[in-house]
């Protein structure tokens, strides 16, 4: 299985780092020449994650996303969510025909409010069974320094999300797998979106017991807007069976793909969601917090794709509502979070 890689920045270079680890070899297309070139003579990423170092015998550089796909059985799309339909763009309706996708992208397209494997079939016909996803919490930060970190790969097809996730299964990064495609991408988008808000409270100077209220109120706003959705299998404590090839415990809500992923992000200082949102309750507007930041803070445009999907879905969801005011309403950050604080039991 020939691995293609779309993607250059942190996410996509911890992704690579895995991969190449393992001996494998990758079709991975990058931004620019440039890039091709330091990779190339200097063996790292000049712009994200400069400790990784790379043996360039295994990596086929690319900077053509098409000659990418059609060189690669399974194809990596690890851009942040905003440049998805840009990067893609002008590819022929078949592009992916016979492939298998594999979404690291943590937000919902905002250029049409589609989760990625609903924007595939729309555009290009790819069935859901050709598409599997690769979440969890798991900074790239920490991949680079090989702290132990944990993925889930989801797919219909879990027998070939058991391959895929042994493409990336390393000392340092144990992988685990589960057929909740829509459930693993929504929490994604989600936990992005409460990290921001946590990030709000702490730059309002609110304490860590106030944190601690918040975020688990998240999770339950969280466990909501996924039941209303149609989301099965997220009741804590409550496991049906076993997975029949590893034997653990089937996944519920309380699993690393659902509130481990919201804790660490609402969490760690890696965290860009967090210091996006740390910058907002400090004062900073949200251009000001762009220009600043070098990366993208999946949470913003989230929070108004989430807000938008909730208009059709219902579900009770005062804090995201409230972040989203923040962000796009200009309503103050303590004037919200104080209408927050009523809300949290």
Sequence with gaps: MQLGIIGSGSWATALAKICTDNKRTINWCVRSEEIVNHLQHR?????????VYFDTNLLNLFTDIAATIAASDCILIAVPSAYVTASLKGLPANAFEGKKVISAVKGILPDNNLLLNDYLKEKFSLPLSDYFTVMGPCHAEEVASEKLSYLT????????????????STEYLNTIVNSDVYGVQYAAVLKNIYALGAGIAHGLEYGDNFLSVLIANCADE?????????????EVGVHEGEDPITHRQTQNYAASVYLGDLLVTCYSLHSRNRTFGNMIGKGYSVKATQLEMNMVAEGYNASK????????IGAEMPIAETIYRILWENVKPRKGFNLVEQTLV
């Design 222 to 234: 969280m466990a909501g807007f996924l039941k209303k959705i149609g989301i099965k299998h997220i």
């Design 43 to 51: 063996h790292h990423n000049p712009g994200y994650l400069s400790s």
């Design 153 to 168: 790969f989801s797919g219909i097809d879990v027998v070939m999300a058991e391959k895929i996730a042994a493409c990336f």
């Design 305 to 312: 794709c989430i807000y938008l999907v909730n208009k059709q």
